[in-house]
């Protein structure tokens, strides 16, 4: 079975699903990453003195860090304007997304759900571009592309979760997550080697606190499909 995950920027994946894409991997499943910007437009770009381009770059080689410490079995990094999606045709974005579908030929396609769980705009965008990307495929009659699935945070109470001052994170509620996959030790390894290789944010890794606050559950919610109980595996039961 082949994954495609599909996030705005570099450490999306690290600080999101980079458990359940080492589970996946683990279990003998083909899992890449594309990712459409080079994330140089981050506040971190101040602090080290740096230009968005060379700061793009820097983050491009914390992923190339990533890729190696997951074991990948691809990954591409675009340059479209980190910051800027929102004012992009999304014809544009849909159109790069599509193409690097059909080089990949996946069988799941996995992004941001609605609310981008951090709100912001790119990740906004992610989500609308992912959905009209596997609709035109499905409609066109590919068949390899089975199933849209969005990471996704779980629901604790009061529709955010915080942390300092740092992040307000929308979540899903427990309805909407119809995959939960649990991650065993290595998994759960992976995913804070994955964010150690993002240097610049260590800081910020450091003061939130993100690695004392990962759990043994990754949440994904599944476009169109409903499943009681949830499945454990993206990979289960795929439509026709």
């Known amino acids: 079975m082949k994954f495609l995950y599909v996030f705005p920027h570099p450490d999306d994946e690290a600080f999101g699903p980079a458990g359940a894409m080492h589970h996946q991997l683990q279990q003998g499943h083909e899992v890449y990453l594309l990712t459409l910007t080079r994330g140089g437009a981050t506040k971190q770009r101040h602090r080290l003195g740096l230009s968005v381009e060379e700061m793009g770059e820097v983050r491009y080689q914390e992923m190339l860090e990533v890729e190696k410490t997951l074991g990948l079995s691809g990954m591409t990094v675009l340059d479209l304007p980190d910051s800027g999606m929102k004012y992009m045709d999304p014809r544009e974005i849909e159109k790069v997304v599509i193409d690097h579908i059909r080089q990949v030929q996946p069988n799941i396609l996995v992004s941001y759900p609605v609310h981008g769980i951090s709100g912001f705009h790119d990740h906004l965008v992610m989500h609308a571009v992912a959905?009209?990307?596997?609709?035109?495929?499905?409609?066109?009659?590919?068949?390899?592309?089975?199933?849209?699935?969005?990471?996704?945070?779980?629901?604790?109470g009061d529709g955010t979760f915080k942390k300092g001052s740092d992040f307000i994170l929308k979540q899903s509620l427990p309805e909407e997550m119809n995959c939960l996959v649990k991650l065993n030790e290595a998994n759960i390894d992976a995913l804070k080697e994955s964010l150690d290789c993002y240097k610049t944010y260590q800081k910020v890794i450091e003061r939130v606190q993100v690695k004392e606050l990962i759990g043994d559950t990754i949440h994904f919610e599944i476009y169109q499909e409903s499943f009681d109980p949830p499945l454990t595996d993206l990979a289960e039961q795929l439509p026709d």
């Open 131 to 156: 959905k009209q990307v596997f609709l035109t495929l499905r409609d066109e009659g590919v068949s390899y592309l089975k199933r849209l699935a969005f990471f996704t945070i779980p629901y604790a």
